[in-house]
């Protein structure tokens, strides 16, 4: 077991090391810090003395790979690349390009994100599971087909109209908690309760619909048969037998998004207002603010790779029939 | 009048090729006939392909493109035709000029009277301020108070007349199809309600706005319908683009397993462990920042668009390609051990021929069940990017920018809420369908779906 | 055998139809279970027998539906219960095992857990009391070291095993009637020669009736009082063991039991010329471990073996699985590697060779798979799949005479020459296997390897491959090694046989040698469990 997380905690280095020159030759070489100092400066300010001036404000005005000017081991570290990109697996994000250090901003903007985006999950899965229990009950009759058909309908409805359709009904008509803002101190579940909610009735048709397909797979299994055999009800087969089989599926679908959890959801956070990292990525993105997105790519990928290793640890815990060597 | 072909019309016509190609080759096979036939036996299998086929075919008359001839000015040379920059699809031209009626501003469906109130001048000279009447809307009342009246008339008129058209066409079909084993009638049925709400539409917006106007004062019903186009060759386009990456990469490392199988999982796994978003926006703005610093690739502005339109599909495509990869991967592998693959190997077959032979024709059953999943996923999408700033260009109309464009209208009071209702609707007939749809296909090329259904 | 005793359960004219398509499965079957008597209902796949024994239960999945006749357990008519008096009946007065233990029983609880809910569900057994009572049942059923196996999860029992603790869960709650679905197809021989044993045994000492479905003629002969045999949802015949196997009545029943071997006459060795030689062969696949994956040790699945196929002679691999009988036809053929020995065809040593220089050895040696419908491309026509090894192997044939061939082929192995327009999945299993020695035929091999080629089979389809591979043997003098785990078939077929345990040839000889006189204690328990004809 611990051989198996170190060995994918090695597996992990060369993942980032892609990601890491993937965003770098996307953001330096397929656009060369002189494109990104005119569209930042605006095309009617376009000098060449600007644009200067803002890669040296910037710390764009080095060369990209290799420094010969300088001696040593400085021609490899006082380079673009060394700066922008190997300083991130330090933890070291830099400076946006509006000069806020990206770190301090990352570690305070992520427990606004947390906060809405583990309700959202918790809440999300547990809802999903009995409305899809619920169906299963009454699988092969008129209410299971009805159901599936609301579920993809559900999942048919953007995920905008949600937001909006929720804001406007719970927030605007019946006026029950604020449309959008957060305050961390005062009454903080006031501004949580509806993106919360929205959270959960978006993903209510997706996910219920797909934890049914794996109750009905589970229960076509041979041991249901048994279990019939055995005398036993459908209720406590459907909770003693399917469920638990139907958990290991489920876990490795959930447990790879767990870490992302505190990157938070673009869309919310930024229509309810919530200063966290994802209505930060959406900043970022339109004040094409590079030095963000760069440092939010790679967290988002050590995220993703923690994610992997907890799904497998996970799975371990739920699948007797595994073990990691 | 001059054709003009966009990059994405080309491509759009292409793909259609393609697809009939492919589906042709596919039919061929009985087993995969089989499958389609159990599709198309069901009443919800006909009524979701007949409102695809109608978007589809919507998308496809929007996308012959020409640009109308100026009328010659007084002065230029004789026999030189000057070209309007503005490019009409033929789709524009049986809309009957629905994209033409412009007011200033936002008004309510049906409504003579815009949103907003406006200083304006009486006979006498003297400024007030009040809703001033639409241009394009209720002209023809000589009293307000007769427009419902006029809306009613006017319907039960179109309705008759879409009521005509439906039967000609359902006829025709009849004298072809009466004999089909396929339930005819359950897709004859959704036929007859496009028909009937196109020409109630297209009669109808000659005298009001059906969906009202937004902030542009443009009509919404007419951006509605342009949206389609949008939503239809993005979530068509990524795909195409996607899958030739996600097949080849996946039956490599599934049938040479090795190093071939270690790059192929190193890729899928690094590419999909970047947050996708951030992916696809970073590519976006990169694009942008290119367009903007080359503003002179392109002679007219939807050439602009088209060119950031293509760079989304494109980009989808290439971010998305990892979940196809891995599920061909594993089914490549699972194929590999199978008798008939190891019998080739035993007749020293050669590994391109058992590829194209034996594993290629055996994953088409996930291609085609992906394809029509992704669709959906794709147009959904769309509308998010564009909410996000790195959807499709703001110049061309879908459905995310119109909701875009809306949602902070909300607020206001009373509300203004036919934008997204007219986006909202659209969207939604076409992912529903296209999910519904999906579910069909799935349950009928998927051996796992269905297996425990049979006996002993 | 007392035959006076009153039925414990009676079925009588069960019928079960296809819901959707209203297609009868179950035509009005009727028998009866005695105590301390076990009923072995026979058929081949789809015949109906599992359906019975489901129907009986009221366990039909949803696509079939009783539509008449009554089980009576005692005076209760079971079609007459609510569903909750059903479900007292189950496991408490009726109880199921079922084919292929590791699937049945439930991979995420423990054993112990599985026995003991049967208990919980039906008695008021709880605590340390209920776990005493599991550990008693698993000894009672022959599980070593019982009560540490309580805590042991499905996967980490042997098949036997797993079996055992189906067997256990299903007497917990000493049920008067079992119902037994195939229990020992999935196991191999010498196991399922055990778990026969304890059933047999289990039903005297506790006066149990016992309704056993089989496909195996061995098993009903090494097993039953009385037989039923079932055909397209009848049961066509039904009669006392002995008198059945003496003096069956229909022409059906008569060809399942010649389908058992006979054991007194052989095939004498006839080959001279060496045709495949193995010297030493050894297969190994490497056990990675640690952080770094290194090869810490190897799977030797094939250890050594050294066997001699002589030209127009059947070579008969038995073992069980994962013996490595498999891996050493594929090493064969060239499509695993050798880690040590020496395989030579005709004189010249193939195993080393490279992709295009085995090309000319591929046409001579041919396989033949065991399951026909994975061995099939689904999306080719029989005659592109028969085709596929002249246009590989160039023959040098032209389109007609290559249809031409594929005809003769056709009709060499018994198929209607309009076959060949047809698709894998319209055929039946045993036209599938026909065609697959139809393709191995087609490049003229001098041996094919025959993998199991008939244990997905029926019965009855069996015994008319083996003649046609026999024939063809005759005609043509091909050589083959056939890959087998059942000793059953071999005296029929083979002039040699050798015996393989855990990769090792553990002993070789002549048929008659093997089968009559065996030396090695693993092919004797192996030769034990074979039912024999003669044996009355």
Not at chain 3, 151 to 176: K, W
Request: charged letters at 20%.
């Amino acid at each position: 077991m611990f051989a198996y997380i170190v060995r994918r905690l090695v597996y992990a280095i060369p993942i980032l090391i892609g990601v890491n020159l993937l965003t770098f030759i996307l953001f330096f070489v397929v656009n060369s810090p002189d494109d990104m100092a005119v569209s930042q400066l605006g095309q009617k300010y376009v000098t060449p003395e600007a644009v200067q001036a803002w890669k040296r404000k910037n710390g764009y005005d080095l060369p990209l790979f290799l420094n010969s000017q300088e001696q040593g081991a400085g021609a490899l570290t006082e380079t673009i690349f060394f700066t922008k990109s190997v300083k991130l697996f330090a933890f070291d994000f830099g400076r946006s390009e509006s000069g806020r250090d990206i770190t301090t901003d990352v570690s305070t903007r992520m427990w606004p994100s947390l906060a809405v985006a583990l309700p959202t999950f918790v809440v999300g899965i547990w809802v999903n599971i009995c409305v899809a229990l619920m169906v299963v009950m009454f699988h092969a009759t008129r209410l299971d087909r009805w159901a599936v058909f609301v579920f993809v309908a559900l999942m048919s409805i953007s995920y905008l109209f949600y937001i909006i359709g929720g804001q406007y009904l719970v927030a605007k008509t019946w006026k029950l908690v604020p449309i959008s803002g957060f305050n961390g101190e005062i009454q903080p579940w006031k501004f949580l309760l509806l993106p919360v909610l929205v959270g959960v009735i978006a993903g209510i048709g997706a996910g219920a619909r797909w934890y049914r397909t794996l109750f009905l797979e589970e229960s076509n299994q041979d041991y249901v048969r048994t279990a019939r055999a055995k005398g036993a009800s459908e209720i406590r087969i459907l909770f003693r037998h399917i469920l638990p089989n139907a958990l290991i599926p489920i876990l490795t679908g959930v447990v790879v998004v767990i870490p992302s959890l505190f990157m938070g959801g673009l869309l919310i956070e930024s229509f309810f207002g919530i200063p966290g990292l994802g209505s930060y990525m959406l900043d970022a993105i339109n004040s094409q603010d590079f030095a963000i997105v760069r440092a939010m790519v790679f967290i988002g990928s050590i995220l993703y790779i923690v994610g992997l290793i907890l799904t497998d640890i996970s799975y371990t815990w739920a699948d007797p029939r595994l073990r990691l060597d | 009048m001059k054709p003009l072909l966009l990059w994405s019309d080309l491509l759009i016509f292409l793909l259609v090729v393609v697809l009939t190609v492919f589906f042709l080759r596919l039919a061929r096979d009985p087993q995969t006939r089989e499958h389609w036939r159990e599709v198309f036996s069901t009443r919800l299998g006909m009524v979701t392909m007949t409102l695809i086929l109608v978007y589809v075919g919507i998308a496809l008359l929007d996308s012959l493109h020409f640009r109308r001839a100026l009328e010659p000015v007084a002065g230029s040379p004789e026999g030189e035709v000057f070209y309007s920059n503005k490019v009409t699809s033929v789709l524009d031209v049986m809309l009957g000029g629905m994209g033409e009626r412009f007011e200033r501003t936002y008004s309510a469906p049906f409504a003579l009277d815009s949103f907003e109130k406006q200083d304006m001048k009486d006979d006498n000279g003297l400024t007030y301020r009040d809703f001033p009447p639409l241009e394009h809307a209720g002209r023809h009342l000589d009293h307000p108070g007769e427009r419902w009246d006029d809306v009613l008339a006017k319907s039960a008129a179109a309705l008759l007349w879409g009521a005509l058209f439906s039967v000609l066409a359902i006829a025709l079909q009849w004298a072809f199809l009466r004999r089909s084993p396929f339930p005819w009638h359950a897709s004859w049925i959704t036929q007859a309600a496009v028909i009937c709400s196109a020409v109630w539409l297209v009669s109808m917006s000659r005298h009001y706005h059906v969906l009202g106007t937004d902030l542009g004062g443009a009509d919404v019903a007419y951006q509605s319908i342009k949206g389609i186009r949008t939503g239809v060759l993005l979530g068509t386009l990524a795909t195409l683009i996607m899958l030739p990456i996600a097949v080849s990469l996946g039956v490599m490392a599934g049938y040479f397993k090795g190093w071939v199988d270690d790059v192929v999982q190193y890729l899928y796994t690094t590419l999909s462990s970047i947050p996708g978003i951030l992916l696809i926006a970073a590519s976006v703005l990169l694009f942008q920042v290119y367009i903007d610093l080359h503003p002179d690739f392109f002679s007219i502005g939807l050439e602009k668009a088209d060119a950031r339109f293509l760079a989304l599909c494109f980009i989808l495509g290439v971010t998305s390609w990892s979940s196809l990869c891995r599920l061909i991967r594993a089914e490549t592998l699972k194929i590999s051990q199978l008798g008939y693959v190891q019998a080739a190997h035993a007749f020293g077959v050669s590994h391109h021929r058992i590829l194209v032979r034996h594993i290629l024709p055996n994953v088409t059953h996930i291609i085609l069940i992906t394809f029509v999943l992704d669709f959906s996923a794709l147009v959904l999408a769309e509308a998010v990017l564009s909410y996000i700033g790195v959807g499709i260009d703001p110049n061309m109309a879908s459905w995310g920018n119109m909701i875009n464009g809306a949602r902070s209208e909300l607020s206001r009071e009373p509300v203004v809420w036919w934008t997204l209702s007219g986006a909202f609707f659209f969207m939604f007939v076409l992912v529903l369908a296209a999910n519904l749809f999906s579910d069909l296909v799935r349950d009928a090329f998927d051996p796992r779906s269905g297996a425990g259904r049979s006996a002993t | 055998m007392t035959t006076l005793a009153a039925p414990v359960m009676q079925v009588s004219n069960l019928r079960v139809d296809v819901a959707e398509s209203g297609e009868a499965i179950l035509k009005g079957v009727s028998f009866e279970l005695r105590a301390g008597e076990i009923f072995a209902l026979v058929g081949e796949s789809g015949s109906g027998k599992s359906v019975t024994s489901l129907a009986a239960m009221r366990l039909l999945p949803n696509a079939l539906r009783i539509t008449g006749g009554e089980v009576r357990v005692g005076s209760e008519d079971l079609f007459d219960l609510s569903e909750a008096d059903m479900q007292t009946v189950r496991g408490e007065r009726v109880a199921m095992i079922f084919q292929n233990a590791m699937s049945a029983l439930n991979p995420v609880q423990t054993a112990g857990e599985q026995v003991a809910e049967t208990l919980r569900l039906h008695t008021r057994l709880s605590g340390d009391a209920l776990r005493d009572r599991v550990v008693q049942l698993f000894a009672e059923v022959g599980i070593q070291d019982a009560g540490a196996r309580y805590d042991f999860y499905p996967h980490q029992l042997s098949g036997g095993q797993q079996q055992r603790v189906m067997i256990a869960m299903a007497l917990a709650c000493e049920p008067d009637i079992l119902i037994a679905d195939e229990p020992t197809t999935a196991l191999d021989v010498t196991i399922q020669a055990q778990v026969l044993a304890l059933i047999r045994g289990l039903t005297r000492s506790r006066n149990l009736a016992v309704l056993l479905i089989t496909h195996d003629m061995g098993v009903v002969k090494n097993t039953a009082d009385e037989v039923g045999v079932m055909y397209r949802g009848e049961i066509i015949e039904r009669a006392p063991v002995d008198e059945f196997f003496h003096n069956p009545r229909e022409d059906y029943s008569r060809r399942l039991i010649a389908a058992l071997p006979d054991l007194t006459r052989f095939h004498d060795s006839a080959a001279e010329e060496s045709l495949l030689q193995l010297d030493d062969v050894k297969v190994y696949f490497p056990i990675r471990k640690g952080v770094l994956q290194r090869v810490v040790d190897y799977t030797r699945a094939v250890d050594g073996v050294t066997l001699k196929i002589g030209r127009g002679e059947t070579y008969a691999l038995v073992g069980e699985s994962g013996s490595g009988k498999s891996t050493l036809g594929r090493a064969i053929l060239n499509l695993e590697s050798v880690a040590a020995g020496q395989i030579t065809f005709l004189g010249q040593p193939i195993h080393t060779l490279g992709r295009r220089a085995m090309l000319p050895y591929r046409k001579k040696i041919q396989v033949v798979f065991q399951n026909p419908h994975s061995s099939m491309n689904p999306r080719l026509t029989v005659n592109r799949i028969i085709s596929e090894g002249m246009d590989s192997l160039g023959m040098g044939l032209s389109a007609e005479q290559r249809e031409q061939r594929i005809a003769s082929l056709l009709q060499r192995v018994q198929l209607d020459v309009a076959l060949g327009q047809r698709y894998p999945h319209e055929l039946s299993g045993g036209q599938l296997q026909r065609i697959a020695i139809a393709r191995a035929l087609a490049v003229e091999p001098e041996l094919i390897i025959c993998d199991e080629p008939t244990s997905a089979l029926d019965v009855s389809i069996r015994s008319g491959v083996l003649e046609l591979l026999q024939e063809l043997q005759r005609d043509s003098g091909v050589s083959y090694l056939f890959i087998t785990h059942d000793l059953s078939i071999v005296p029929s077929l083979a002039h040699r046989v050798g015996v393989m345990q855990a990769g090792r040839l553990v002993e070789q000889g002549s048929a008659e040698q093997i089968l009559t006189r065996p030396q090695h204690p693993y092919t004797q328990a192996l030769l034990a469990s074979v039912p024999r004809v003669d044996s009355t």
